[in-house]
């Protein structure tokens, strides 16, 4: 299954265990109700302000949501870090420096800049990218996980 495919069917789940309708999952997460229905549908991954607002809502892990993980334990959200501090943990950790990352992940200088001034969260789609190169967790990239 890949990670759209799972994505939808733990969203689904949680929806249903919930009773939410797609208007009221919208109105808690601050969205659209057109964008809660093109998740649901399978249209696209959802955008990070997205994901993270479901992981609060619901209470579990991002890894758990994308299907990284098969364990929901939710993550500590009193702990949170911002995206451009946990990567510039990530570069340190990894010894990578900015040109390193731009080169190995194809990124542009502008991109990785307003990453690392936080002036820019990443797509999922980058996001997954950056895990499987740091070898870390989604929620660790996030800045709600250890």
């Not at 265990?17 to 991954?45: C, D, M, P, Q």
């Not at 702990?79 to 040109?99: P, V, W």
Request: aromatic share 10%.
């Amino acid at each position: 299954m890949d990670i759209l495919s799972v994505f939808v069917e733990r969203l689904k789940e949680y929806i249903d265990e919930r009773g939410l309708s797609v208007s009221s999952l919208a109105k808690k997460i601050n969205t659209s109700r057109a964008t809660v229905s093109a998740l649901t549908n399978g249209a696209h991954l959802p955008s990070t302000e997205v994901l993270l607002s479901l992981v609060k809502l619901f209470e579990c892990s991002a890894d758990y949501l994308l299907g990284f993980t098969d364990n929901p334990n939710a993550v500590d959200f009193s702990k949170t870090d911002s995206f451009a501090e946990r990567l510039k943990k990530c570069m340190t950790e990894n010894g990578i420096s900015e040109y390193r990352l731009r080169i190995d992940q194809n990124l542009s200088g502008s991109v990785t800049y307003r990453w690392l001034a936080g002036k820019a969260e990443p797509t999922v789609e980058s996001l997954i990218k950056l895990k499987s190169y740091f070898g870390c967790s989604f929620d660790y990239l996030l800045g709600i996980g250890n």
